[in-house]
């Protein structure tokens, strides 16, 4: 064989090899608001140190006991905005911990991307070591709390629609006076607005053929204009955080593009308030970056199943509040 075919083939494998260690790259994932159920932690908080470490500095940090809240309730305290988002980002920190100090998940120490649905992108923002869990619980209640009182001040809600396209969601909110809130996968957009607004525009979506429209169980409409209220707070908090370069590329709900230094993640926290979670594109970004696994780490298993429809060839593991979480599946 010639030196030079060798030298080409040679240079074939490598590239080839190079290619296939491209594609093992993981993504942490983090789930947002409706994901919280009563009991949540319980168990990871009587298995694990490291999960019982979270929960204690959440109940100093907030001055009351959260951690009950999760165990025992009631449900609608804990479904809450105020409640719910410091609550959801203090379990899913817990299952994390809980999942290394047990070796449960034997990948990179440090993912290659971190993302999360709307208020799991502030989880994001504390395995990124942009915050620490003290300011991230901080943060969300008071994230929580402006959000509550906006929907009090201007109340509306959402609603799932299925089997719709984007272009003809984008017609009916331009008819209607709603906005599209959660692109999250194929078939499955969620709109925002006021509750008139929604009724009507979930009537149109019936009208164009959706196969089913749900109406969702939150406190506003969130991810919409209704929001603006709370951006006034949220801009005044936000600009006084001493936000920390992210230790890992952060994929932006509003862009799905990465963020990667702190200026960009103020106006992604501040810009997400009102605007779009984009969270089929952020996956199919993280997939074309070379992603071919994605873990879903918190309560609950929605964004796995969201993954799944979004791309049926990359693996997905789930770790979550139960010791006995964590599978695999293809």
Known sequence: MPASVA??????????????????????????????????????????????????????????PLSRLCFEGPDAELGLTINSQPAILTVSLACLRAAAEAGRWQGASMPDFVAGHSLGEYTALVVANVLDL???????????????????????????????????????CQEAGTQIANINCSGQIVISGAHEALVRAMDLCRVRGARRTIPLQVSGAFHSPLMRPALEGMTEIVSTLGLRRPAVPIVANTTAQPITDAEAVKAELLGQLCGCVQWQRSIEYMVAAGVSTFVEIGPGQVLTGLIRRIDKDVQTVNIGDVPTDGDTSD
């Open 134 to 172: 003290a300011e991230a619980i901080r943060l969300v209640r008071e994230r929580g709390r402006l959000m509550q009182e906006a929907g009090e001040r201007q109340p509306g809600g959402m609603a799932a629609i299925m089997g719709l396209d984007e272009a003809s969601l984008e017609e009916v």
């Open 7 to 64: 030298c080409a083939r040679g240079r074939l494998v490598v590239e080839e090899k190079a290619a296939q260690a491209a594609k093992t790259k993981v993504a942490y994932v983090f789930p947002g608001q409706g994901s919280q159920g009563r009991g949540m932690g319980y168990e990871l908080y009587r298995s694990s140190a490291a999960a019982r470490a979270v929960f204690d500095e959440a109940d100093t940090v907030l001055g009351f």
